[in-house]
C-alpha cells in the first residue's frame, strides 16, 4: 500500500536524512500524505523507521 514511498524514503537517506520527522515532512511535500485525516501517519512513520510497507505489520501489533 505505502511501498511507492519506500523509494523517496530511500533517497532522502541517500543525501543523509535520517531523522523520521524530517522525512515525514519531505514526503507530506512530496506526496502529500498524512496531510488530510492523518489515518495513515502511523504506517508512514512505520514504513519510515523499519522500511516495512505492509499495513497489516502494524495491525499484527496491536
Known amino acids: 500500500m505505502f511501498h511507492d514511498m ?4 530511500d533517497s ?3 543525501l543523509g536524512i535520517f531523522d523520521e520527522q524530517q522525512i ?9 500524505c498524512t496531510t488530510g485525516c492523518a489515518l495513515c501517519e ?3 512513520r512505520r514504513l519510515i ?5 505492509s499495513s497489516t505489520a ?5
Do not use: A, F, W
Open 6 to 9: 519506500l523509494p523517496i524514503v
Open 12 to 14: 532522502l537517506r541517500q
Open 24 to 32: 515525514l515532512n519531505e514526503l507530506r511535500t512530496r506526496t502529500k
Open 42 to 44: 502511523p504506517y508512514i
Open 49 to 53: 523507521t523499519t522500511g516495512e510497507s
Open 58 to 62: 502494524i495491525l499484527n501489533d496491536q
